[in-house]
């Protein structure tokens, strides 16, 4: 340990074999005393390095799309990510911050909120499908697909897992203050009509999470062939159509005349 103190002192990132030669002894030998090498380095209580946490969180989403978060085993997790138990356990107490950690890193969660906040001036026509297709893109559009943890999130969270609790709240909220306000202001402003914002919302998620959740099987066994991108964004414009405020009815509560009618400040090629 004094040999290892002194290499991480003089800045750098020792290897095993580096502090094992360092300290006279083989790989074996260091191997017997600590399981790897972040458990010296708990020994040593130096701080975890920032891959360390990285490394669990690729892990954590490969095994929890491919399993659940119930099947994730900690033990495993650790053993995955090269990392020690006590290292896993420093960063991540226990499933609920692991999974809210996993939300923030790899679902459309902020990348979503961030949309709803920088473009709070612009109109629903512009804004929703934006915020359709940075769902999809986050999903399909960066290398490997994240469908599987998305399936996860949604089957935790809709079973009450204890585990997923603190994580639903958390992004509940974070939506609820960025799109949903978002959504209260254009219903305010008559661009949309007025309805209760969580119902707006689950309208206008439920339809693009569907097709989400569906559309491997639908291109393999019914050959849709409708980029991905497009198939939200006219998701998104169907919403939009049906949010139009009543012609007559600035504030929205009376449901829309048999036909749709004339739209109040929506661009009218969205209904077409």
């Not at 130096?46 to 946490?53: H, L, T």
């Not at 085993?73 to 911050?97: C, I, N, Q, W």
């Not at 048999?258 to 009218?268: D, F, I, M, R, T």
Request: net charge negative; hydrophobic share 45%; no cysteine.
């Amino acid at each position: 340990m004094g040999r290892a103190r002194g290499l991480l002192a003089d800045g750098g990132k020792p290897t095993v074999a580096e502090i094992a030669k360092a300290a006279g002894v083989s790989r074996t030998g260091f191997y017997r005393e600590f399981e790897s090498r972040s458990a010296l380095l708990e020994a040593l209580a130096v701080e975890p390095e920032p891959a360390a946490r990285d490394r669990i969180l690729e892990a954590a989403l490969d095994m929890v799309g491919a399993h659940g978060l119930n099947a994730l085993s900690m033990d495993e997790l650790a053993a995955h990510a090269g990392v020690s138990r006590a290292t896993l356990y420093r960063l991540f107490p226990g499933k609920p911050t692991l999974l809210t950690s996993l939300i923030k890193a790899y679902s459309p969660l902020l990348p979503v909120s961030h949309v709803a906040s920088t473009m709070h001036d612009e109109p629903p026509e512009v804004v929703m499908p934006e915020i359709a297709r940075t769902v999809y893109r986050v999903v399909y559009g960066r290398g490997a697909t994240r469908l599987g943890l998305l399936r996860a999130i949604f089957f935790e969270v809709s079973s009450f897992s204890p585990d997923a609790e603190e994580a639903a709240q958390e992004a509940l909220t974070t939506l609820l203050g960025s799109v949903g306000v978002y959504l209260m202001s254009q219903m305010a402003a008559g661009r949309l009509r007025q309805m209760p914002p969580i119902l707006a919302l689950q309208a206008f998620i439920g339809p693009i999470f569907f097709h989400i959740l569906t559309r491997p099987i639908a291109e393999r066994l019914l050959g849709l062939d409708i980029p991905g991108e497009q198939a939200v964004t006219e998701l998104a414009q169907s919403w939009l159509r049906a949010m139009r405020p009543s012609v007559g009815n600035q504030d929205g509560n009376d449901p829309p005349p048999p036909g749709g009618g004339a739209g109040v400040g929506l661009n009218q090629d969205s209904a077409s």
